[in-house]
Every structure is written in C-alpha cells, then in structure tokens.
C-alpha cells in the first residue's frame, strides 16, 4: 500500500515548476490589465504628482522585470505583498478567504454527490425507461441553467419567500456558517450534478451489466447492500477524474456565487481587487488557486488509487 | 423414486431482439438427483449457458424464461417471489463462473469476498466468516491462504483466482452447485488440479453438481451424466461413459469424432461441416440436418423428439435405429 503512494513526494515536486509558470502568468496577466493601481487607489482627485509619488511607494515604476524578481523573491519569504487597497498583508487577507472558500466547494461537492448518486442509480438500474428518461432530462435542465440564476432563484424561493435559509452572509460559529452556506452550496452543487450522473450513470450500467456483480448475486446479494458493496466503489472510480477536472471549474464558479451570496472568501476577494487593480491580491488569489488546482490533481490520483487496488502510479513494475 | 434435487421440464428462454422474440433454449428437460455430476455439452451458443444462468435466475437483461419449469427440491422457481429466490442462492445453489478475472470484484480482497455469503447466511462475525473464507481457501488448495486472502483479484494467478470462486461458491455449502465452464480459461494442467479439487470438494460437502462446458474431456473427467445441447435443445442424454463409447445421436458422434483423444492419437479428425442455424430463423424439421452426414429427406420437414433409444439413454434423431444399429427402440 505505502509503495503504492510513494508517487506522492515525485508529484509535489512536479508541481512547483507548474506553480512558477502559474505565478509568471498572474504576473504578466495583472500588468496587462488597462487600467493603472495607483489612479484606482487615489481616486478621481489624484494630482499627477501624487500618482507618481504612490508610483514609486508600490513599486510600479521599476521595470517590469524587477517587479517579477521581487515579486518570486518575496514569495520565498512567505511575502506576497501589502494589498493596495486593504494596506494589510496580502497573505492574512488570502489566509483569511482560504477556509470560506474551501469549505464552500467541500459542501458544494458533498451537495452534489448526495443528489447525484441516489439519481445515478436509479437512472442506471432502469436504463431507458421512464425514470432514466426523467433523471437525463434534469441533466440536460441542469446544465443548461446558469448558475447565478440557479442562486438567485433559491434565493428567491427559499430565502424571501420561505424564509428557510438567509439571503446570503457567511456567519460567525461553524454552524452557523453550515446554516449560511447551504444556499450558495446547493447551487454550485447543481451545477456539478449533470456531469457526476452522466458519467455515474453510464459507468454504474456497464458495472451493473458486469460478472461479478452477477457472481454477487449468486451470493444472494442484492439491492442497497450489493449496490454498496458492489457497484458504488467500482463505478466511483471513473467519476472520481471527472470530479478532480471540474474542481477547478468549481472554485471559478465560486467567484460568482460568493458575489451572489455575499460571502467573504477568495472569490470575493479576488473580484474586488480587479475593481480596483490591487495586484498583489491578484496575484496571490490566482496563485492559491493554481496551487489548489495543482493538489486537487494529487487529491484525485490519490482518491484513484485508494479505491482501485490495480492502479499503480509509481510507474515501476508490479511486485 | 423421491424427487431430484433439480428437475428442469420443457424450458424455453427468449430473447428479445430488436424486431422479434428469438427463441435460444426450447423444450429442454433433465434432471439432477442429489449428489449426482450433470454435464450439459454443446458449441457456442447452443444455450447451455443460458440454460444454467436460467437456474440461478442470473440471465442478462432483455433474455427471459418465456415458458416451462424449474422445479428445486420440488419447488418451482419460475414465479417464485424474487426475495425467495435470492434467499436460495448461496446456501442452497451456487455458481461458478467461466472467468474468474472478470467474475470476481476487483476492488474488494478476495478473502473478504469469500466472506461474504457466511456473514449473511450463517449468522457469522466478520472475524469468524474471514477464518471460515481461509479455511475454505485451504481446502480448494490455495497454498498460503492467511496472506492470500489478503490478496486483490488481479494479485492471484488464474488457477488460484478459479480457485477462490470455487470457495466462494461453497462457503455456504449448497446442495447444487453450477459451474459455467468453469476451466476453459486455464491452462490444461491447472485446469486438471481444478477439477480434481472441485470433485473432491463436492463428494465432501455432498453437493450435486451441473456442469456446462464445450469440452467433452472435462465432462469424461467430471460428470456421470450428460445432456448434449445443438441449437437450444437437447439432442442426446445419458451415461457419460455410454454416451462417449457408443454416441446415438449423428452431432454427438461428430463432436466425438472431431476432437483429438490422447489414447487414440493417431486417430483423424473428422469435423462438423457447416455452421449452427440462425436461432432466429432455424431451419425446418431437425435443426442438425443440413451439417448431418446421415440426413434423408424426411429430416428437413420433421422435428424429432427426444425419445428413450436405451434404458437411461435418449436421443433426438428420426434415424437413430438406421444410423446406430443394435439399439433397442
């Protein structure tokens, strides 16, 4: 077992190349943008004067190059920067949206995979007939509604009219962030349903139509316990890649529902500083996003492996 | 005479085509006594599979029993409420399938695997079902059987994986046990040991055994009793030994004749012209006719029956008497 996770260590060290060119691109991209930081800042009242002299404060008026340099030194040191806007530390504002975020996508996730394999199942058990029609039809329904509609109608419904859950917010103790975030979670996890049922689904009919499930049956095992046993783990494991590849999507669409909803995270965070050109926000966000990107793929090779005991990513002969 | 263990009378499977119902097995009868080794012999697609899937209600979607019965201890099976059905399957009738790769989950350890039909049935603890699951793989002759149960499907070799379906299958001890070509994917020296572990472990656990294959070798080395299937029938039943010494029926005696025999090798082979019908559009009268040497005209207009050509012996052929002579009608 632990052999087989050995090729851990090797993907972390792959992924601080890819974390480079991930922090080379933020850094080009941010100076691309039109637009300068420091008439952002000061405002319409700003003097050519004091924008020169904020200029030179931040930094801006130095090569492009040297910007980068300091910039990558920096961040050897944990120093990504003081926020243009916020003049606090970037790292503690990032710090700070990290968790919102990241338990907004966990519960969104978990959302979706309650939703979604009760519906594969019944959709895979059926395949054709009149339930599987209903379930494709909801995936067809749901990817094809946008997800800030999706929001809003939730809100609408069980927010202003049923009064269920607040209109947005994040909360202050942890269940009460369970409480607040429900809503924003619940519409990012409809928009990840339709992918998790298609390839659930048709993944579920082939491990379904497969001998060892009817060598399970000829155990006497059937219904939720042969499903358990039998089919959930072994149609899981497609799945899981299609998951890890729409992650990074998810974590875009969280820019736009914690606009929605309200919620103090990285997405939030990230939307303001491109209003008001905080670069070194910027940068940071992007950068933690890359990163996240980058450990999602180990998540999900790990999550492939632990559940498939024939996948070995080591890459060297079986033993 | 008490009741057989397993008597299928005059079943009939279909399959649903994209137009029409084709007919796969029809009007196949035998009967199994307790303790006894039934082979049933026949090509690719002559539904001796399916007629086995039928018995363990184990047949893929979209092929149905469309009619006949298949009585278990004189139960009848078919109707038979699908929960009680399934309470049959592994304390009272088990299968063991051709692939044991593809048969045996292949993200679940084989020992738990094992384990499994005790814990429900014989009210066991996963402790005590996972010493019972290793003993088990001691007595089919898995050498290491602690470690091994340990092991992942594709960690084992095929002989050792077949070895583990058969564990699995007796686990619970039925009283009939189906095997689904149960050696064709190994190799002939293991698939020996096999076999021989499997006779030995029926005999053991008092267990009859129906035994569907295309090799008549392992039927001679297996089985008392055979029932030769052509096109969804049964063509010719008896005697193992009988059968192989003296076939009375024109397709067993091709089978016979177009296998190699070790004692006899220098023996020619004399092959089957033809292919088997279209099930979906068969041929009048006796469905052997157009690959038989011994055809008249009669046989392509009339269907033969299965009728006793011996005492304990039938044969489906309208010219039995003339193409086998001796034998008593």
Same mark, same amino acid.
């Given at each position: 077992?632990?052999?087989?996770?050995?090729?851990? @260590?090797?993907?972390?060290?792959?992924?601080?190349?890819?974390?480079?060119?991930?922090?080379?691109?933020?850094?080009?991209?941010?100076?691309?943008?039109?637009?300068?930081?420091?008439?952002?800042?000061?405002? %319409?009242?700003? /003097?050519?004067?004091?924008?020169?002299?904020?200029? /030179?404060?931040?930094?801006?008026?130095?090569?492009?190059?040297?910007?980068?340099?300091?910039?990558?030194?920096?961040?050897?040191?944990?120093?990504?920067?003081?926020?243009?806007?916020?003049?606090?530390?970037?790292?503690?504002?990032?710090?700070?949206?990290? @968790?919102?975020?990241?338990?907004?996508?966990?519960? *969104?996730?978990?959302?979706?995979?309650?939703?979604?394999?009760?519906?594969?199942?019944?959709?895979?058990?059926?395949?054709?007939?009149?339930? %599987?029609?209903?379930?494709?039809?909801? /995936?067809?329904?749901?990817?094809?509604?946008?997800?800030?509609?999706?929001?809003?109608?939730?809100?609408?419904?069980?927010?202003?009219?049923?009064?269920?859950?607040?209109?947005?917010?994040? &909360?202050?103790?942890?269940?009460?962030?369970?409480?607040?975030?429900?809503?924003?979670?619940?519409?990012?996890?409809?928009?990840?349903? @339709?992918?998790?049922?298609?390839?659930?689904?048709?993944?579920?009919?082939?491990?379904?139509? *497969?001998?060892?499930?009817?060598?399970?049956?000829?155990? &006497?095992?059937?219904?939720?316990?042969?499903?358990?046993?039998?089919?959930?783990?072994?149609?899981?494991?497609?799945?899981?890649?299609?998951?890890?590849?729409?992650?990074?999507?998810?974590?875009?669409?969280?820019?736009?529902?914690?606009?929605?909803?309200?919620?103090?995270?990285?997405?939030?965070?990230?939307?303001? *500083?491109?209003?008001?050109?905080?670069?070194?926000?910027?940068?940071?966000?992007?950068?933690?996003?890359?990163?996240?990107?980058?450990?999602?793929?180990?998540?999900? %090779?790990?999550?492939?492996?632990?559940? %498939?005991?024939?996948?070995?990513?080591?890459? *060297?002969?079986?033993? | 005479?008490?009741?057989?263990?397993?008597?299928?009378?005059?079943?009939?499977?279909?399959?649903?085509?994209?137009?029409?119902?084709?007919?796969?097995?029809? !009007?196949?009868?035998?009967?199994?006594? =307790?303790?006894?080794?039934?082979?049933?012999?026949?090509?690719?697609?002559?539904?001796?599979?399916?007629?086995?899937?039928?018995?363990?209600?184990?047949?893929?979607?979209?092929?149905?029993?469309?009619?006949?019965?298949?009585? $278990?201890?004189?139960?009848?099976?078919?109707?038979?409420?699908?929960?009680?059905?399934?309470?049959?399957?592994?304390?009272?009738?088990?299968?063991?399938?051709?692939?044991?790769?593809? =048969?045996?989950?292949?993200?679940?350890?084989?020992?738990?695997?094992? =384990?499994?039909?005790?814990?429900?049935?014989?009210?066991?603890?996963?402790?005590?079902?996972?010493?019972?699951?290793?003993?088990?793989?001691?007595?089919?002759?898995?050498?290491?059987?602690?470690?091994?149960?340990?092991? $992942?499907?594709?960690?084992?070799?095929?002989?050792?994986?077949?070895?583990?379906?058969?564990?699995?299958?007796?686990?619970?001890?039925?009283?009939?046990?189906?095997?689904?070509?149960?050696?064709?994917?190994?190799?002939?020296?293991?698939?020996?040991?096999?076999?021989?572990?499997?006779?030995?472990?029926?005999?053991?656990? !008092?267990?009859?055994?129906?035994?569907?294959?295309?090799?008549?070798?392992?039927?001679?080395?297996?089985?008392?009793?055979?029932?030769?299937? $052509?096109?969804?029938?049964?063509?010719?039943?008896?005697?193992?030994?009988?059968?192989?010494?003296?076939?009375?029926?024109? $397709?067993?005696? !091709?089978?016979?004749?177009? #296998?190699?025999?070790?004692?006899?090798?220098?023996?020619?082979?004399?092959?089957?012209?033809?292919?088997?019908?279209?099930? =979906?559009?068969?041929?009048?009268?006796?469905?052997? #006719?157009?690959?038989?040497?011994?055809?008249?005209?009669?046989?392509?207009?009339?269907?033969?029956?299965?009728?006793?050509?011996?005492?304990?012996?039938?044969?489906?052929?309208?010219?039995?008497?003339?193409?086998?002579?001796?034998?008593?009608?």
């Amino acid at each position: 077992m632990l052999q087989r996770l050995s090729f851990i @260590p090797v993907r972390l060290i792959q992924a601080i190349p890819v974390v480079f060119g991930v922090t080379l691109v933020v850094f080009l991209m941010a100076h691309l943008l039109p637009g300068d930081p420091a008439t952002a800042i000061l405002g %319409d009242k700003a /003097t050519p004067a004091t924008i020169a002299a904020l200029r /030179t404060q931040l930094g801006l008026d130095q090569p492009i190059w040297n910007q980068y340099g300091l910039f990558v030194s920096h961040l050897f040191q944990g120093d990504l920067g003081t926020s243009f806007t916020y003049q606090r530390p970037v790292v503690e504002i990032v710090l700070a949206a990290i @968790p919102v975020t990241l338990s907004l996508v966990a519960y *969104s996730l978990t959302l979706a995979l309650i939703i979604a394999i009760p519906l594969a199942a019944i959709a895979a058990t059926a395949p054709n007939r009149g339930r %599987d029609i209903v379930v494709r039809i909801y /995936t067809l329904i749901g990817q094809g509604m946008p997800q800030f509609w999706v929001g809003i109608m939730l809100i609408l419904i069980l927010a202003v009219n049923l009064r269920l859950f607040p209109v947005g917010g994040y &909360g202050n103790t942890a269940l009460e962030h369970l409480y607040y975030l429900f809503l924003p979670a619940l519409t990012l996890g409809i928009a990840l349903t @339709p992918t998790i049922i298609r390839s659930l689904r048709s993944s579920t009919i082939d491990v379904l139509g *497969s001998e060892y499930v009817a060598t399970a049956r000829s155990k &006497g095992s059937a219904g939720v316990t042969l499903f358990r046993h039998h089919v959930l783990r072994n149609a899981a494991i497609p799945t899981v890649s299609v998951i890890g590849v729409t992650m990074g999507y998810l974590v875009g669409g969280s820019i736009v529902i914690e606009k929605v909803f309200a919620i103090p995270g990285l997405g939030s965070l990230m939307l303001n *500083s491109i209003f008001t050109r905080d670069f070194p926000t910027i940068q940071a966000v992007t950068l933690f996003v890359g990163l996240f990107v980058v450990g999602v793929g180990i998540l999900t %090779d790990l999550t492939y492996t632990l559940l %498939d005991p024939r996948v070995n990513l080591t890459g *060297s002969v079986r033993s | 005479m008490s009741t057989p263990l397993l008597e299928v009378t005059d079943l009939s499977i279909s399959v649903m085509g994209s137009k029409a119902r084709t007919k796969i097995v029809e !009007g196949v009868s035998f009967s199994v006594e =307790a303790g006894e080794r039934f082979g049933l012999v026949g090509e690719s697609g002559s539904g001796k599979s399916m007629t086995l899937r039928s018995i363990a209600n184990l047949l893929p979607g979209g092929v149905t029993v469309s009619s006949g019965s298949i009585l $278990y201890k004189g139960q009848e099976l078919i109707g038979l409420q699908n929960e009680k059905r399934r309470r049959l399957m592994g304390p009272e009738i088990a299968m063991v399938f051709q692939e044991p790769m593809t =048969a045996l989950n292949p993200v679940m350890r084989v020992g738990e695997q094992i =384990a499994e039909g005790p814990r429900r049935y014989l009210g066991l603890s996963r402790s005590a079902a996972m010493d019972l699951a290793v003993s088990m793989m001691a007595r089919t002759g898995i050498p290491d059987p602690k470690q091994r149960a340990k092991a $992942y499907p594709h960690q084992l070799s095929g002989g050792l994986r077949q070895r583990v379906m058969i564990a699995m299958a007796l686990s619970c001890r039925p009283k009939l046990l189906l095997c689904d070509e149960p050696t064709t994917a190994l190799d002939v020296t293991v698939q020996h040991q096999v076999l021989r572990q499997l006779e030995e472990l029926c005999e053991d656990f !008092g267990a009859s055994l129906v035994f569907v294959t295309h090799d008549l070798a392992v039927v001679n080395q297996t089985c008392s009793k055979l029932a030769v299937m $052509y096109a969804g029938r049964i063509v010719e039943t008896g005697p193992v030994k009988d059968v192989f010494k003296d076939p009375r029926h024109p $397709y067993t005696q !091709g089978l016979l004749t177009s #296998a190699p025999d070790f004692d006899q090798p220098e023996r020619e082979l004399i092959p089957i012209p033809g292919f088997p019908p279209n099930l =979906a559009d068969r041929p009048p009268g006796c469905e052997f #006719a157009p690959r038989c040497r011994y055809a008249q005209a009669d046989c392509t207009s009339l269907q033969p029956r299965l009728l006793p050509v011996e005492p304990g012996r039938n044969s489906a052929c309208l010219h039995t008497e003339e193409i086998f002579p001796g034998v008593l009608v």
